[in-house]
Every structure is written in structure tokens, then in C-alpha cells.
């Protein structure tokens, strides 16, 4: 489609210039005054119908690898069950298996990169079994590395590091993960998350004050089919436990689980809980729960 641009004129007759196209010409010397030859967009299409994505741009980049993601990587292609088109031969097969295995070898340059590929291995399949963001995950990959950079793995567990790095992640953010929850699904024990924990945070100074008790109600009332009257009645306590000065050295997980316990208990329209299901959801003994009920009273 012809455009015509009034406000330039064609620097050889001062004649009207005409876009045609990727050119601008002049409409009486036919001079060419620029082009644009380059095709900014893309030479394919994407339907959501298409079986195959034809973007060529590959994966963003990610801190959950040591790479960042910008090495290339021999995928085992598609077509017959075991990976490999039925046109392959067996020693063409071979071949492929061999190069795969020297390209991984040769991405891992070093056993700091060695170290960083087990963490991060880690830390992805922690936060993917606690469904925790994506963003989590990144951030708690970097935080592994800066302890890496600053030399904190000696004497102590890669494990406890990677599980330390997620539990450290949860609490700057504000997502209400205990150190029993990590330690669950973690290859790292309880005492290796603790140490590596205590390191991270007394070297490298994390942004991490104390837990608020409110933080475990959503995620607490919604197990024990609790509703929001209950958990305004909770806040309420809470707070009122704050006021008081009466959490400090308290689990706060044990006080969120023993106030839902004391609430549940004024509203008749709401499932009633016992000391038992409460403490077991919070991962705490049955006497923290009476405990707090009985400074709930005293107030």
C-alpha cells in the first residue's frame, strides 16, 4: 500500500515522496531516498491448534541453574518409546548417547558448578513438592550461591544448605513454612537445616524478623474446614496476645493452632476442634496448645 509524506520532499527534484512498501521513493525521479529491507517480525505463525511451537527463542534465562540456562542441551527427540526415531540406527543411537553424556560432562566445568547443579536440583524439587512460586525458587538459588560465594559449605551438608536456602526464602517473604514442613520433604534432617539455617543468617545478616502468627491462619483454618468468623475471632486474639507481651519465646505456629483451637470452640455454625487435631497441625505438643489457651484466658 502507497503513503504519501507531505512534510519530506526528495532531496534531487524536490519532488513528493511515496512510501511502497519496505521503500520511500520519489513519485517524479523514481529515487530510492531509504529502504528497510529487514523484516522485523516473525516468518512463521503460532495456532493454539499446532502440535509442534515453532519459537526458536528457547527457555528464559533462570537462577535455578548454574548456567543461568544458556547452554545448549542434546534432548533425546521424539517419535519410537525409547526417544529416537525408528529411521536411527543402533550406531547412530550410540553416537548420540556418547555425545550427550561428554556435553553434560563438559557443562559441569568445576565442582563449584558440580555443587550448584546438586543444590539447585534440590531446592527445585523442595519447592515443587510445597507448591511454593516460582519466584521463591529463584530467589532461594541465589541464596544458595551467595553461600557458596562466601564459603559457608565447609564442614557442613549441601542438603542442609539447599533446604536452609527454601526455609530462609519462605521467611523474608512472609510464606508460612515451618522448618518441620522443609525438613519433611528435604534430604537435609532437622539438624542439618538448623545449622546451615544459623549460618546463612548470622554471615550473610537475612532481612528476617519474627514469624507472625497470623501468617499460619489461612493455611490452618482452611485444613480444619474452619471459616472467616473464626479467623477474625483469631486475629483478635492474636493481637490481643501481642498487646499483651504474651508470644514472645512461643512457637508461632503452636499459637496460631491454639487460638484456632480456642476460637472454634464460641462458634456453634463451625466444626469443633480438639487440642489433639489442633497441636497436629501445627506440628506442636498438646500442652503448647493448653498453654496459650490458658494466657487467651488470663488476658
Known amino acids: 500500500m502507497a503513503e504519501t509524506d507531505s512534510s519530506a520532499v526528495c532531496p534531487e527534484c524536490d519532488g513528493r515522496l511515496r512510501r511502497r512498501g519496505t521503500e520511500i521513493i520519489c513519485e517524479e525521479c523514481g529515487l530510492v531516498v531509504t529502504e528497510d529491507a529487514i523484516d522485523r517480525g516473525p516468518e512463521w ?22 548456567d543461568r540456562g544458556l547452554s545448549t542441551e542434546i534432548g533425546f527427540g521424539s517419535g519410537s518409546r525409547s526417544g529416537y526415531s525408528s529411521r536411527v540406527t543402533g550406531r547412530k543411537r550410540r553416537q548420540i548417547a556418547r555425545l ?16 550448584q547443579v546438586y543444590g539447585f536440583t534440590e531446592i527445585r524439587r523442595v519447592t515443587a513438592l510445597l507448591s511454593l512460586p516460582d519466584s521463591t525458587r529463584e530467589q532461594a538459588c541465589a541464596l544458595f550461591e551467595s553461600a557458596q560465594t562466601e564459603g559457608l559449605f565447609h564442614g557442613r551438608s549441601l542438603e542442609g544448605f539447599a533446604a536452609a536456602a527454601v526455609y530462609a526464602t519462605c521467611r523474608t517473604r512472609s510464606i508460612p513454612r515451618t522448618t518441620d514442613e522443609i525438613a519433611a520433604v528435604s534430604r537435609a534432617d532437622h539438624d542439618e537445616l538448623t545449622v546451615a539455617y544459623n549460618a546463612l543468617n548470622r554471615e550473610l545478616g537475612l532481612p528476617t524478623g519474627p514469624i507472625d502468627p497470623a501468617q499460619y491462619l489461612p493455611r490452618y483454618a ?6 472467616p468468623p473464626v479467623e477474625r475471632r483469631v486475629r483478635e486474639y492474636i493481637d490481643a496476645l501481642l498487646e499483651a507481651g504474651k508470644i514472645g519465646g512461643r512457637n508461632p505456629s503452636g499459637v496460631a493452632a491454639a487460638c484456632l483451637y480456642k ?10 476442634v480438639t487440642q489433639a487435631a489442633a497441636a497436629d497441625i501445627a506440628d506442636v505438643a498438646a500442652v503448647t496448645i493448653r498453654s496459650t489457651v490458658t494466657e487467651i484466658d488470663a488476658l
Request: proline share 4%; glycine share 6%.
Open 45 to 66: 505463525r503460532s495456532f493454539d491448534d499446532d502440535e509442534t511451537d515453532r519459537r526458536r527463542t528457547g527457555a528464559p534465562l533462570t537462577r535455578s541453574r548454574h
Open 100 to 115: 550427550r553424556r561428554e556435553h553434560t560432562r563438559a557443562r559441569i566445568a568445576s565442582k563449584a558448578d558440580r555443587n
Open 222 to 227: 482452611s485444613k480444619l474446614d474452619l471459616g
Open 263 to 272: 476460637a472454634a470452640g464460641e462458634y456453634d455454625d463451625w466444626p469443633s
